[in-house]
C-alpha cells in the first residue's frame, strides 16, 4: 500500500492530467439530479457511446421524476430498446415513483437515500451524490476499482477496503471533479488490459513501479467479463421485448420473427412475465401499459 507521499503525488499527477483525461460527456455538464440518476442508471452495464443517444431521448420523453413515474411502463421500455438489461428500466420507473410518493418528486441528495430507491445500490448512490449534489463521497466501480488496486495499493482488495481506499484518495478535492477523474482514467488508460506506456500518471503508479501480477483481477469492485452476448438468454429477451414494442403478439408470432429460438421462448416468456417486463392476456404478450 502507497504511503502517505505516493499518494499525494498520485492526487498530484492526476489533477495534472485533468485535460488529457477529459471526456465530453453530456451529463457530465448538467445540475439535474434526475438527469444525473439516469445517466447513472444507464452507465451501469452499458458502454458510453449507447448511452449518450438513449439518455438523451429518454430525457426528451420522460423529463422529470414526475413523468416518468405515471407513463406506461411499455413507453418506458421502448425508450429503454438498444440498451439491454431492461429490469433496469423497470426500477428506474420504480424509483420515480418512490421519489414522487417518498420524498416530494425531488430526488434525495445523500448515498443513504439513494440506497432505498429501487435498483440503485452503493455505486450509484454515491455517484449521484457526488455528481449531482456535490457530496464528499468517492464512487467505486469498475474503473475505480482498477485504478486503487493498481495504481495505490498494488494488491488485490475487498470491496470494503477498496472503498476505504478510493475515500481516502478523495481528500479535499471537490468531490464530482476527482471522481469524474478517476472514471476517465480507469476507461481510458487503466482498462482491463492497461495502456500503461501512454498512462498520464504512470509514474506514480505503485504497480507499475513495482511490478508483478495484475492486482486489479479479482480486486473489490472489479467486475468480471460479461458473458458473449450472441446467443445469450440476454440477446433472446431483448429481441422479443423489441418484437412486443411494435405490436401485442402471440407465442406462434414471436416464433415466427427473426432471431428467435422458439426452443428458448418459453423459458424467455416465463422469465419476462416473472420480471413484471411482459404480460400474457389471453392468448398474446404485451408489454405493460399497451
Known amino acids: 500500500m502507497s504511503g502517505p507521499n505516493a499518494i499525494r503525488a498520485f492526487q498530484k499527477s492526476l489533477l495534472a492530467a485533468a485535460p488529457q483525461l477529459h471526456r465530453a460527456l453530456p451529463w457530465s455538464s448538467v445540475s439535474d439530479p434526475w438527469a444525473i440518476l439516469v445517466s447513472e442508471v444507464m452507465l451501469q452495464q452499458t458502454q458510453v457511446a449507447r448511452v449518450i443517444p438513449a439518455w438523451l431521448n429518454f430525457l426528451d420523453l420522460f423529463p422529470t421524476p414526475q413523468v416518468c413515474a405515471a407513463a406506461p411502463l411499455a413507453d418506458i421500455l421502448r425508450a429503454w430498446q438498444g440498451m439491454g438489461f431492461a429490469r433496469r428500466a423497470r426500477n428506474l420507473q420504480l424509483a420515480a415513483q418512490v421519489i414522487v410518493n417518498d420524498f416530494d418528486g425531488v430526488v434525495p441528495s445523500t448515498p443513504a437515500a439513494l440506497r432505498s430507491l429501487p435498483g440503485v445500490g452503493a455505486y450509484t448512490a454515491h455517484a449521484v451524490a457526488s455528481f449531482a449534489f456535490r457530496q464528499p463521497v468517492a464512487v467505486l466501480d469498475t474503473n475505480v476499482g482498477r485504478v486503487v488496486a493498481r495504481a495505490i495499493a498494488n494488491e488485490t482488495l475487498t470491496a470494503k477496503r477498496a472503498q476505504e481506499v478510493a475515500t481516502e484518495l478523495l481528500g479535499t478535492t471537490d468531490s464530482a471533479q476527482w471522481n469524474q ?26 504497480w507499475r513501479r513495482a511490478g508483478g501480477p495484475d492486482p486489479a483481477v479479482r480486486s473489490g469492485g472489479v467486475s468480471t467479463p460479461q458473458t458473449r452476448f450472441a446467443g445469450s438468454l440476454r440477446q433472446q429477451r431483448g429481441m422479443v421485448l423489441r418484437s412486443l414494442g411494435a405490436t401485442p403478439m402471440s407465442r406462434t408470432m414471436l416464433e415466427q420473427q427473426a432471431g428467435i429460438d422458439p426452443v428458448r421462448l418459453p423459458e424467455v416468456l416465463d422469465g419476462l412475465v416473472s420480471d413484471g417486463l411482459v404480460e400474457r392476456r389471453k392468448y398474446s404478450y404485451y408489454l405493460p401499459g399497451d
Open 181 to 206: 477523474l478517476m472514471l476517465d482514467l480507469g476507461a481510458q488508460f487503466c482498462r482491463a488490459t492497461p495502456l500503461c506506456e501512454t498512462c498520464p500518471v504512470a509514474s506514480a503508479c505503485a
